[in-house]
């Protein structure tokens, strides 16, 4: 089934933009990848493995959780959905096969069983103030309030997994999860009940507002967790996982050397990723990610800043081109309503 965010659809990321912001959007996911975990120590094995308490899911629960080195820099960023008989895990694109091959290097005698189920569903998410009313109109079902909580309904015949998102695009959002041969089904259903189709432009515009960070864009291989907005995915409270020493080390004796901060920009420009960012006429840090903001009306930008210049309201300059634009220093959501995560 074609991807459904093409280019064709930021016709008027402006209006996309809005329908997320005051009613509802739907923005097509199923390019994520999706592995299946079976086996009597998939939960066991996995909460070894990741940040969060995922030996505490029970069916219809989930969590976002991240798989770290043992330095505790972020590997991959994941969502683990658990239900009755096998945990299903969503990957970034193109990430599963590599994800599987990451986590089967630890695999000794446990009873866990990975399977690259990439492409078997769809991803669809609904996301604005409308979207739980909408997706419960449309299923019949609600899930737990609860991020990547889910529950079983159906779209005209068509068995669909409803399950809560975690706002990153910076309102409520709900995704819809089917069997790809009945995804052409549900996507109509959703457009009929009124939802927009949500381009990448608009999207991004949407996620770097609410301060979402992005795998790999703005948290990667070479993060440090606590360098980026992570509550959402450790656990405090679970037992060991890999990387979990330096993770507690900097909570409770240190801290780290830089922080993923937003940019509020002067002028219309929008400044490349990697672009550097300076403080007199010292580099502190670079973009990760920039979008033009329909909510600010100017540009708007994630980067990575040395803590000491990361204090909101602090001025600095980005470089844009061949020429350079100032900047303010800001908290994190830049504009709608719910706290920072990763994507």
């Excluded at 094995?45 to 505790?72: E, K, R, T, W």
């Excluded at 830089?258 to 490349?272: D, F, M, T, W």
């Excluded at 300076?278 to 708007?300: F, H, M, N």
């Amino acid at each position: 089934m074609p991807l459904r965010v093409p280019a064709l659809s930021d016709a008027d990321p402006a209006l996309e933009h809005t329908a997320v912001r005051g009613a509802v959007g739907i923005v097509d996911r199923s390019d994520h990848g999706l592995l299946e975990v079976t086996g009597r120590d998939r939960a066991k094995f996995l909460h070894a493995m990741l940040s969060n308490d995922i030996a505490a899911l029970v069916p219809g629960q989930g969590c976002g959780a991240s798989l770290l080195d043992v330095h505790g820099k972020v590997q991959v960023v994941l969502r683990v959905l658990a239900l009755d008989d096998r945990l299903l895990v969503v990957t970034p694109p193109d990430l599963a096969a590599k994800t599987s091959e990451a986590l089967d290097t630890y695999l000794f005698s446990e009873k866990a069983y990975f399977r690259d189920a990439t492409g078997e569903e769809t991803m669809f998410m609904l996301a604005g103030p409308e979207a739980p009313a909408v997706a419960q109109r449309l299923t019949g079902v609600a899930p737990e309030d609860r991020a990547w909580s889910h529950a079983n309904g159906t779209i005209d015949g068509a068995p669909v997994r409803v399950v809560r998102g975690s706002g990153e695009t910076g309102a409520a959002e709900i995704w819809l999860m089917s069997p790809a041969s009945e995804g052409e089904r549900v996507w109509a259903a959703a457009l009929a009940a009124g939802a927009r189709v949500v381009g990448r432009v608009a999207f991004e515009s949407l996620r770097i507002e609410a301060g979402t960070a992005a795998f790999p864009d703005d948290v990667g291989p070479t993060v440090l967790l606590p360098e980026v907005p992570f509550a959402d995915l450790v656990s405090y409270t679970k037992g060991c996982y890999i990387g979990q020493e330096v993770i507690v080390r900097i909570r409770d004796r240190g801290h780290v050397n830089r922080l993923l901060r937003g940019l509020v920009l002067e002028g219309e420009a929008v400044p490349a990723s990697g672009a550097p960012v300076s403080a007199g006429e010292a580099e502190i840090g670079k973009v990760t990610s920039a979008a033009w903001s329909y909510s600010l009306k100017r540009p708007v930008a994630l980067a990575t800043i040395r803590r000491q210049h990361a204090e909101a309201g602090t001025s600095v300059t980005v470089r844009v081109a061949d020429s350079t634009a100032r900047a303010t220093v800001a908290d994190l959501p830049l504009a709608g309503g719910t706290t920072p995560s990763i994507a």
